[in-house]
């Protein structure tokens, strides 16, 4: 794989939130990246794609043992054990060293009193240590939620498409708190996987 399309699918696949084999998302858009520092440019790349999070499975067992339930806002659909969210637009951070993956939806996490929607999510990782996070709006607030690392080595490219699979979420503080205001006795903590991210994306020059 070329360098730019590494550091291409390393943007990709940070997405954050993972059903292994699920089918790119239907629509395309043109991303951008900075022609300078802080400057819109074309890339002349086009992508289509989608990211899904599976819940860690003891963690979803202790969410559904609390009568917690997730489910999907348009534009993303719910699987199993988590969320499929559609890949929008991939860009350049504003320190020129990191690539932003943006998404559409929500995976909204429920009880009968409380809920946790986590809102339009997108993933970073850094050009060089492969390193990343998600964020997404909680509240109305756009929050950091998990840490992830990017294996740039391991990603699969067939054709004009980008796989990855196994993407580990780690809990922040603030995504921990989050979930422990749902459970009963709180026992969700910081660093814990939250889920796995796989995404499947077409690339087009």
Do not use: C, W
């Not at 043109?30 to 890339?43: V, Y």
């Not at 992508?47 to 489910?71: C, H, M, N, Q």
């Not at 391991?154 to 422990?180: F, H, K, P, Y």
């Amino acid at each position: 794989m070329s360098r730019s399309l590494s550091l291409l699918a390393a943007a990709l696949l940070t997405a954050a939130l993972v059903a292994i084999g699920a089918h790119s998302a239907s629509g395309q858009t043109t991303p951008t990246t900075p022609s300078t520092p802080g400057s819109p440019g074309t890339t002349g790349v086009t992508i289509k794609g989608s990211t899904v999070i599976r819940i860690d499975p003891i963690l979803f067992e202790t969410l559904t043992a609390a009568g917690a339930k997730v489910r999907a806002g348009k534009p993303a659909t719910a699987t199993k054990t988590g969320v499929k969210f559609k890949v929008t637009s991939i860009s350049l951070g504003k320190d020129g060293q990191s690539y932003l993956l943006k998404h559409k939806g929500e995976m909204r996490i429920s009880t009968a009193s409380r809920s946790l929607r986590i809102k339009n999510p997108t993933t970073s990782v850094s050009q060089t240590t492969g390193q990343g996070e998600l964020t997404a709006t909680v509240a109305g607030k756009r929050v950091k939620l998990a840490a992830l690392q990017i294996d740039i080595g391991a990603l699969e490219q067939t054709g004009s498409g980008i796989n990855a699979d196994n993407v580990n979420l780690a809990m922040n503080a603030r995504l921990a708190s989050e979930l422990n205001r749902l459970l009963p006795t709180p026992s969700v903590l910081e660093g814990a996987t939250f889920g796995k991210a796989t995404l499947k994306v077409i690339t087009e020059a």
